[in-house]
């Protein structure tokens, strides 16, 4: 019997093929066999991309995104979930087309064909690693009898990864052959651009051999990441790091509605398009919106990339939907505070246990009669407000960021800061200080912005060597401060988080940079629904956000026994173990790459209190007078310019005096 494994990569690729191809030659062949001569990486590598960025979109939108704390929408992953084919397709839609066209293209005599190809595999399979540890890798999509394949430990993985980029990188060559139309990487002219493909396999390199850097029970794995980073950093590999956004690792979407528009247009926009569903409809959750505790960076510190991350509340004919903020604002004319309400462009959503089990809610004084599920304390929500996902991340022809010149920047800043701490031999020629900006600026240029660059690296906590005091979310269990003064540890957080908020939506990024430094330290997710049955730390009312993923319940029927070794060997690997009554398959127990975690006693931390809802977060929106908002509130509406004062501030954001009845 076929390893089922097998058949699921060879079935996928024998319908792209069949399917590319013009025609078999019918001469003494089997119309039901696939031949190698018939295999053209000019034809099937294009619908593996296309392939691959479905499987990538796909478990960003009903995961990575929000185990990150990007962005908030219905999904809200349990243990008792199944992941199914999530995991399948990995290795069924895309992993098959690589392996069967790496039987063809061999590195001696097919150089830069094969160094794609195991670029593009090395890519895969560490995001299948890193979300849930051992995997098939050595005997996935290999022909084998007695229906089972065995797994591959985390360390092993990584180390193979390693390899592969490291041969890739000295097997790339810009001489040598080429795709005619690189769906990728292509050049001016449409064929590939191998020196991008070469950037993005060292830079792959140097961000799986950090992750790596944690892996203490597995030191022949620290050994070769440390190694590794060496190589990717000596003086002739550091030209092949990306240096510009251009060089970014980025797949896009075409905008033919039946062949090859994105999967988040098609699972999200399409439908509210096409008026086939409402945003004021439960279903509008399926519309991702930015997260609070996000939201809480962007607003500390007056963040110029909220608008590109962001949609504006609509002001159409049908209504003005922005959020009501009543608020207190210091009078200048008058020295006195006045009591005032006005509307605010954004409002992020909040996660969905607003009032969590245990929690007894106080009164705020200025909250007159505006709490109710559906509003926080001073902030009265009209219709649907919620700071939605910008549509350049999920249109027809969406563009789905692997790995960026601003993380590649943030990385050398940590490396610069870290390379004593693990006995890295390298000679970088910036500091860690300058490479910080260069990602701050990198991540600016790539969304496209111009103003409020300088003033946003001047505040404290985003200016080097320095701590900014955040906002609290709206019930005040976070506060986004960023203590990056004193020693290189807390020039860490400040790397950290600017890496954090770059790769905003590119949930996997952002969520495996968490496990690796707890540097977000965010609050767990309280449950609104069914809770998590296995391995759970806050006595089925809320737990920490998921270290990985469980395997798909198949395996367990047709691979039962390299299941459990797989099972044994994430156990085994993670610094904090967790068992449960579900074979050990725990999605709270951490990788090997991931950091310091200690999550006892999270129940005892949150399992009830008194909570005090604010408006911090939205309060002082243009300003802490109304002076000031009469000047900022310009940079929103220029439009009323020619009005003056509180009546400008009437026409542009509906500015109301609430009179004083005592």
């Known amino acids: 019997m076929k390893k089922y494994l097998y058949t699921l990569c060879t079935a996928a690729l024998l319908g792209l093929a069949t399917s590319c191809v013009d025609s078999f030659d019918a001469t003494n062949q089997n119309p039901n066999k696939l031949y190698l001569d018939e295999i053209d990486i000019q034809k099937i590598f294009p619908g593996t991309i296309y392939k691959s960025l479905d499987v990538l979109s796909e478990m960003n939108y009903n995961y990575y995104a929000y185990m990150a704390r990007y962005v908030v929408s219905w999904t809200s992953p349990q243990s008792s979930d199944n992941v199914g ?40 399979y560490s995001v299948l690693t890193g979300t849930w540890g051992p995997i098939p890798m050595d005997a996935a999509c290999k022909e084998t009898y007695g229906n089972v394949y065995y797994y591959n430990s985390e360390a092993e993985a990584y180390m193979q990864i390693l390899r592969w980029l490291d041969q890739a990188v000295e097997t790339f060559d810009p001489n040598g052959p080429k795709m005619l139309k690189d769906p990728f990487y292509p050049s001016a002219s449409g064929d590939s651009d191998i020196e991008k493909w070469r950037k993005f396999a060292n830079s792959l390199r140097l961000d799986v051999a950090i992750r790596m850097m944690n892996m203490k029970k597995s030191p022949e794995a620290i050994s070769m990441a440390r190694e590794q980073i060496e190589k990717a950093l000596n003086e002739t590999n550091r030209n092949y790091l990306f240096s510009s956004n251009n060089d970014n690792a980025a797949g896009r979407y075409g905008t033919d509605p039946n062949a090859d528009v994105s999967l988040y247009y098609n699972r999200i926009l399409k439908e509210f398009d096409l008026g086939t569903k409402l945003e004021t409809e439960i279903g509008g959750l399926t519309y991702p919106a930015m997260n609070e505790y996000f939201f809480c960076y962007m607003r500390s510190y007056k963040d110029p990339r909220l608008s590109r991350y962001a949609q504006t509340s609509r002001i159409n004919e049908t209504g003005d939907y922005r959020a009501v903020v009543r608020d207190s604002l210091w009078s200048e004319a008058e020295q006195k505070y006045v009591q005032v309400s006005y509307r605010i462009p954004f409002l992020p959503r909040f996660e969905l246990k607003q009032t969590p089990s245990g929690w007894i809610v106080g009164k705020d004084e200025h909250n007159n009669n505006l709490q109710s599920l559906y509003s926080t304390a001073s902030v009265s929500i009209e219709g649907y407000t919620y700071a939605l996902i910008q549509r350049d991340f999920i249109k027809q022809d969406a563009m789905v960021k692997l790995l960026t010149w601003a993380d590649v920047n943030f990385m050398l800043a940590e490396i ?63 506060k986004a401060d960023i203590n990056g003064k004193g020693g290189y540890k807390n020039n860490l957080e400040q790397v950290w988080k600017q890496r954090y908020i770059a790769d905003y939506f590119n949930g996997f990024a952002g969520w495996t940079l968490e496990r690796r430094t707890r540097v977000m330290k965010y609050p767990p997710i309280f449950y609104n629904g069914t809770p998590n049955n296995y391995g759970t730390y806050g006595a089925n009312q809320f737990d920490p956000v998921p270290e990985r993923l469980q395997y798909p319940t198949d395996e367990r029927n047709w691979n039962m026994n390299y299941y459990r070794e797989a099972c044994r060997m994430l156990q085994s690997t993670s610094l904090v173990p967790r068992s449960d009554g579900n074979y050990n398959d725990n999605f709270f127990t951490p990788l090997g790459i991931g950091g310091p975690y200690n999550q006892e006693g999270l129940y005892e931390r949150w399992k009830g209190g008194q909570l005090m809802y604010n408006n911090e977060m939205v309060a002082h929106w243009y300003g802490d007078t109304i002076e000031e908002f009469v000047e900022n509130v310009l940079e929103d509406y220029p439009e009323y310019a020619s009005l003056q004062g509180e009546e400008r501030l009437a026409a542009s954001i509906k500015f109301v005096r609430i009179e004083d009845n005592k």
Not at 111 to 123: D, P, S, V
Not at 465 to 476: E, H, K, P, S, V
């Open 85 to 124: 084919d999530r995991f399948y397709n990995f290795y069924k839609k895309v992993l098959g087309d690589v392996a069967i066209m790496e039987d063809k293209y061999a590195q001696d005599t097919d150089r830069n064909y094969w160094a794609i190809l195991i670029t593009w595999k090395a890519y895969l």
């Open 416 to 478: 610069q800061l870290r390379k004593d701490e693990w006995g890295v031999n390298v000679a970088l020629p910036q500091s860690a200080e300058q490479y910080y900006y260069n990602g701050i600026t990198a991540s600016m240029n790539e969304y496209s912005v111009t103003a409020g660059i300088s003033e946003y690296i001047e505040r404290n906590g985003v200016k080097w060597n320095t701590n900014g005091l955040g906002c609290r979310d709206y019930r005040a269990f976070y």
